[in-house]
């Protein structure tokens, strides 16, 4: 008996279309060429000759005969009804995922935020979009604004939460998403943690841990800034890349720093945070994407 897997693709490609296969399946299930001719919705003359054809395409036989009816399949028949089955069934999958991902619906969102994110609006944001859209798979990636910025013009990143400005903006549309402000944040056991009125003025001769300038340009200046204004300019002890890591060396008292007031339950007990009442403390936290998928399309609009 010929080999159905080395017989078809000899065929050419759309000799074997879906129809085809679906009418073969519908005769082999209904053993009746009038039953399955009803199933299909066309008369009976019109299927024998189908399912003659696709035998005479095939080169073997795949039915078993008898008057209008089914007596059996094949081998051949057999193989071939269970791999048309198999190739429907991905057709339908095929065609309703196309569709869902084209509605937004399914698919993949790979997301990059700034750590400070974590703690303003992103994580109802998901929860939300997770209720909306459970079948999107959403990937999360903590990174600076300018890895995020590096992610979604390589193509490793769908979407961003990012501290403007950012560098090379063209092409990448920015939404409004949160808003934060800076505040002090130093060791729970330093000289001026008892401070309760603590000023940017009175840490001016102490040691800084800061964001480096290539990782997030914006919040690196609106800290300098802020010190100028202040009367000072920061003595950079050590650079983090991370807020996460800026704060982990404040716990151990490598230096103070200026961070986003959202972050204030991040090791409480280790970390003193004193607001600031500085003109130019506040900042805006942004969306930012490029070439939206409808998938991200659909996250941006709840974001919104």
């Given amino acids: 008996m010929p080999d159905i897997s080395k017989i078809v693709p000899a065929l050419g490609r759309g000799m074997i279309d879906l129809r085809k296969m679906e009418q073969f399946v519908a005769v ?30 095939l080169g073997v036989g795949l039915i078993e005969r008898g008057q209008n009816r089914v007596l059996g399949l094949t081998a051949a028949g057999l193989t071939f009804l269970r791999e048309a089955r198999e190739t429907l069934r991905q057709a339908d999958h095929a065609i309703t995922t196309a569709r869902e991902t084209a509605a937004g619906r399914t698919g993949l969102i790979r997301l990059g935020y700034v750590g400070s994110a974590l703690y303003g609006r992103l994580p109802d944001t998901i929860r939300a979009f997770r209720t909306a859209r459970p079948d999107v798979r959403l990937e999360l990636r903590e990174t600076t604004t300018a890895s995020q910025v590096a992610g979604l013009r390589d193509g490793t990143l769908d979407a961003g939460v990012v501290i403007p400005p950012i560098a090379q903006v063209a092409g990448i549309d920015l939404h409004d998403f949160d808003h934060d402000r800076l505040c002090i944040a130093l060791s729970s056991d330093h000289h001026l ?112």
């Fill in 193 to 304: 943690a008892d401070k309760v009125d603590l000023c940017l003025s009175d840490i001016a001769d102490e040691d800084f841990v800061l964001w480096p300038m290539v990782e997030g340009r914006g919040f690196h200046l609106q800290v300098i800034r802020l010190c100028a204004d202040a009367g000072f300019v920061p003595r950079v002890a050590q650079e983090a890349h991370g807020m996460h890591a800026v704060l982990s060396l404040v716990a151990v008292g490598a230096g103070v720093a200026v961070v986003p007031e959202s972050m204030r339950p991040f090791r409480p007990e280790q970390i003193t945070y004193r607001s600031t009442a500085a003109d130019g403390a506040d900042f805006p936290l942004c969306l930012a994407v490029l070439e939206p998928s409808p998938a991200v399309a659909a996250f941006a609009e709840i974001a919104s």
């Fill in 28 to 57: 082999a299930e209904e053993r009746h060429f009038h039953r399955a001719a009803n199933r299909l919705g066309m008369s009976q003359p019109p299927l024998t000759v189908a399912i003659r054809k696709l035998e005479e395409d």
